[in-house]
C-alpha cells in the first residue's frame, strides 16, 4: 500500500534558501539557541531535511528555529512565513500590562516555575513599541478595583526599589530578583488598579516602570535574556502610561546593553539609537548615558566613525554634568571609561582598552561588588591576552577576593572564564597561587 507524502514546508526552503546556510549549518545554529536556552540540542543534516520536506519540529524547538532565522536574515520571521501553525493553537490578544506583569511576576516568584522562564530565548526580533504606540495608554478596566492610594503608597514602591537595586548593586541579582518579583505581584499591581487621583496613577505606573527595568536588568544578571526582555517590555509600557520619557529612553537603552554583551551588534545599534531619538531635551548626564551607548553599539558593527563621534559626544556631555548621581540609573565617570574601554577593544585597540578600564575601576564606586567582580575581570581577562600574566593574576585575585559575597551568574561566568583561561599557565607561579585561591571559593563546576 502506498504511503501518503508529506508536502514540502514551502516557507521555510524559502527562509533556508535566503539564509544561504547548508544544512549542517542550519542544525547547528539552531542546537545553538538551545544551549542559549539552556536546553541542548544535537540536530544534524537529516532533522533539517526532514523539517523542509514538511516534517513539523517539536513545539519547542519551533522557536528557536525562527529566532535562528531572525538572527541570520536580520528581521522578525513568524510562525506562519515558516510554515508552522500558530504557537498555542491561536492567535488571540496578549493580555494586558498589568494581567501580564501578575502572570510574569508570579511564575518568577515560585521556585517550582521559574525554571521554565529560564528556558525563554533571547530574541532579536521582538517587537519593541515606539514612543507613540505607549504613550498614556493603559487599560480603564483597573481603576476601583482595590481601594484607594494616593502619594505616601507610590513613595513607598519608589523606596522599595532603591532598596532592591542597593541589594542587586552590592550582592548581584539572584536572590533579589524573586524577591522583587513577589513586592511586584503582591502590593504593586493592586496598587496599579487601585482607584487614584490622575497624578498618583501615572507617578504609580512610573514607580512600576522602574521597578520592572530593574528586574529585568537582574534578569540579565542571572543570565535569563528572554525573561529580562518581557519586563523591559512591561517597563516601557508603564513608562508609556505614565507618559514618562525618561524611563522609557532608560529602558530602550538598557535593552540595547544587554544586546550588545550577547554580541547582538545591529540590534544594539537600533535600541541605542531609538533610545537617543526618543529622548527630547536631554540633560548632560542623560546624553552622555545614551551617547555612551550609542559609541559602543556602533564600535561592535564596525561603524569606527560613529562610534569616536559618540564616545567624544558623551564625553563632552559629562564634563557638562553635575556631580555623581546616586540613584540605580546614574551614569558617572566610571561608566564613560568603561565605555571608552569597550569602544577602543571594539576597534582592536586592546592596549588603550585596558587603560580605559584601569582608569574606570579607580572611579568606581567600589560597594557595587557585582559590577566590580565583572569589570576586574574583564580587564584580567584582556592583560592576559596581550601577555601581561602577573598582572592578569593581580587583578583577578583582586576579583576573587570579592566574589564570595556576590550571587550573580554573570559574575560566575566570569570565574569560569578565569580558570579556563590560567589553566595552561598553571607553571607559573602567580598563576599556580591564583588557581588554588579560586578554586577554595568558587563552586567546583566553574573551574571543572
Same mark, same amino acid.
Given at each position: 500500500?502506498?504511503?501518503?507524502k508529506?508536502?514540502?514546508?514551502r516557507g521555510?526552503?524559502r527562509l533556508?534558501r535566503e539564509s544561504?546556510?547548508t544544512?549542517?549549518q542550519?542544525?547547528?545554529?539552531?542546537?545553538?539557541?538551545?544551549t542559549?536556552?539552556?536546553?541542548?540540542l544535537?540536530?544534524r543534516?537529516?532533522?533539517?531535511?526532514?523539517?523542509?520536506?514538511?516534517?513539523?519540529p517539536?513545539e519547542?524547538?519551533?522557536?528557536?528555529i525562527?529566532?535562528?532565522?531572525a538572527?541570520?536574515?536580520r528581521?522578525?520571521?513568524?510562525h506562519?512565513e515558516?510554515?508552522f501553525?500558530?504557537?498555542?493553537g491561536?492567535?488571540?490578544?496578549?493580555?494586558?500590562?498589568?494581567?501580564?506583569?501578575?502572570d510574569?511576576?508570579?511564575k518568577?516568584?515560585?521556585?517550582?516555575?521559574r525554571s521554565?522562564?529560564?528556558?525563554?530565548?533571547f530574541?532579536?526580533?521582538?517587537?519593541v513599541?515606539?514612543?507613540?504606540?505607549?504613550?498614556?495608554?493603559?487599560e480603564a478596566v483597573?481603576?476601583?478595583q482595590?481601594?484607594?492610594?494616593?502619594?505616601?503608597?507610590?513613595?513607598?514602591?519608589?523606596a522599595?526599589t532603591?532598596?532592591?537595586?542597593e541589594?542587586?548593586?552590592q550582592f548581584?541579582?539572584?536572590?533579589a530578583?524573586?524577591?522583587?518579583?513577589?513586592f511586584?505581584v503582591?502590593?504593586?499591581?493592586?496598587y496599579l488598579?487601585?482607584d487614584?487621583?490622575e497624578a498618583?496613577?501615572k507617578?504609580?505606573?512610573?514607580?512600576?516602570?522602574?521597578?520592572?527595568?530593574?528586574?529585568g536588568?537582574m534578569?540579565?544578571d542571572?543570565? +535569563? =535574556?528572554?525573561?529580562a526582555q518581557?519586563?523591559? *517590555?512591561?517597563? !516601557?509600557?508603564?513608562?508609556?502610561a505614565?507618559?514618562d @520619557?525618561l524611563?522609557y529612553?532608560?529602558?530602550?537603552?538598557g535593552?540595547s546593553?544587554?544586546a550588545v554583551d550577547l554580541?547582538?551588534?545591529?540590534e544594539a545599534?537600533?535600541l541605542?539609537d531609538?533610545?537617543?531619538?526618543?529622548s527630547?531635551?536631554?540633560g548632560?548626564?542623560?546624553?552622555?548615558?545614551?551617547?555612551?551607548q550609542?559609541?559602543?553599539?556602533a564600535a561592535?558593527v564596525?561603524?569606527?566613525?560613529?562610534?569616536?563621534?559618540?564616545?567624544?559626544?558623551a564625553e563632552?556631555?559629562?564634563?557638562?554634568a553635575e556631580?555623581?548621581?546616586?540613584?540605580?540609573?546614574?551614569?558617572?565617570p566610571s561608566s564613560?571609561s568603561?565605555?571608552?574601554g569597550q569602544?577602543?577593544?571594539?576597534?582592536?585597540?586592546l592596549r588603550g582598552?585596558i587603560?580605559a578600564l584601569?582608569?574606570?575601576?579607580k572611579?568606581r564606586?567600589h +560597594? =557595587?561588588?557585582?559590577?566590580?567582580?565583572?569589570y *576586574?575581570?574583564m !580587564?584580567a581577562?584582556?592583560?592576559?591576552q596581550?601577555? @601581561?600574566?602577573?598582572a592578569?593574576?593581580?587583578?583577578?585575585g583582586k576579583a576573587?577576593?570579592i566574589?564570595?559575597?556576590?550571587?550573580?551568574?554573570?559574575?560566575?561566568?566570569r570565574?569560569r572564564?578565569?580558570?579556563?583561561?590560567?589553566?595552561?599557565?598553571?607553571?607559573?607561579?602567580a598563576?599556580?597561587?591564583l588557581?588554588?585561591r579560586a578554586?577554595?571559593?568558587?563552586?567546583?563546576t566553574?573551574s571543572a
Amino acid at each position: 500500500m502506498a504511503v501518503g507524502k508529506r508536502d514540502p514546508n514551502r516557507g521555510l526552503e524559502r527562509l533556508f534558501r535566503e539564509s544561504t546556510w547548508t544544512l549542517s549549518q542550519f542544525a547547528r545554529e539552531v542546537n545553538r539557541m538551545g544551549t542559549e536556552r539552556g536546553t541542548p540540542l544535537r540536530y544534524r543534516e537529516p532533522s533539517v531535511h526532514q523539517w523542509l520536506g514538511g516534517h513539523l519540529p517539536k513545539e519547542h524547538v519551533r522557536p528557536l528555529i525562527l529566532e535562528a532565522l531572525a538572527r541570520r536574515l536580520r528581521r522578525p520571521v513568524t510562525h506562519a512565513e515558516a510554515g508552522f501553525p500558530p504557537p498555542g493553537g491561536g492567535t488571540g490578544p496578549g493580555p494586558g500590562t498589568v494581567e501580564g506583569l501578575v502572570d510574569l511576576g508570579r511564575k518568577d516568584m515560585d521556585p517550582s516555575r521559574r525554571s521554565v522562564l529560564g528556558y525563554s530565548l533571547f530574541s532579536v526580533a521582538l517587537t519593541v513599541p515606539d514612543w507613540p504606540d505607549v504613550v498614556g495608554r493603559m487599560e480603564a478596566v483597573q481603576k476601583g478595583q482595590a481601594g484607594r492610594i494616593g502619594m505616601p503608597e507610590v513613595d513607598m514602591v519608589i523606596a522599595m526599589t532603591e532598596r532592591v537595586s542597593e541589594l542587586d548593586d552590592q550582592f548581584g541579582g539572584r536572590h533579589a530578583r524573586p524577591m522583587a518579583a513577589a513586592f511586584l505581584v503582591n502590593t504593586v499591581t493592586p496598587y496599579l488598579r487601585a482607584d487614584a487621583p490622575e497624578a498618583v496613577r501615572k507617578a504609580m505606573m512610573l514607580a512600576a516602570s522602574d521597578l520592572c527595568y530593574l528586574t529585568g536588568y537582574m534578569a540579565v544578571d542571572e543570565g +535569563l =535574556h528572554g525573561l529580562a526582555q518581557r519586563y523591559y *517590555l512591561k517597563a !516601557l509600557q508603564l513608562a508609556g502610561a505614565s507618559e514618562d @520619557h525618561l524611563t522609557y529612553c532608560t529602558t530602550l537603552r538598557g535593552m540595547s546593553v544587554q544586546a550588545v554583551d550577547l554580541g547582538h551588534g545591529p540590534e544594539a545599534v537600533r535600541l541605542a539609537d531609538a533610545a537617543a531619538s526618543a529622548s527630547p531635551q536631554a540633560g548632560p548626564r542623560m546624553r552622555a548615558f545614551l551617547a555612551g551607548q550609542q559609541a559602543h553599539s556602533a564600535a561592535q558593527v564596525g561603524d569606527r566613525t560613529a562610534a569616536l563621534m559618540y564616545l567624544k559626544e558623551a564625553e563632552v556631555a559629562m564634563e557638562k554634568a553635575e556631580s555623581r548621581a546616586t540613584t540605580f540609573a546614574s551614569y558617572n565617570p566610571s561608566s564613560l571609561s568603561y565605555h571608552a574601554g569597550q569602544v577602543r577593544y571594539e576597534l582592536g585597540d586592546l592596549r588603550g582598552s585596558i587603560e580605559a578600564l584601569e582608569e574606570s575601576d579607580k572611579l568606581r564606586y567600589h +560597594l =557595587h561588588w557585582r559590577s566590580r567582580v565583572r569589570y *576586574l575581570s574583564m !580587564l584580567a581577562e584582556r592583560q592576559c591576552q596581550i601577555g @601581561h600574566l602577573e598582572a592578569a593574576c593581580d587583578t583577578w585575585g583582586k576579583a576573587i577576593d570579592i566574589y564570595p559575597h556576590v550571587q550573580s551568574a554573570q559574575c560566575d561566568e566570569r570565574m569560569r572564564e578565569m580558570f579556563s583561561r590560567i589553566r595552561p599557565h598553571l607553571g607559573n607561579a602567580a598563576a599556580r597561587q591564583l588557581h588554588e585561591r579560586a578554586r577554595a571559593v568558587a563552586p567546583a563546576t566553574l573551574s571543572a
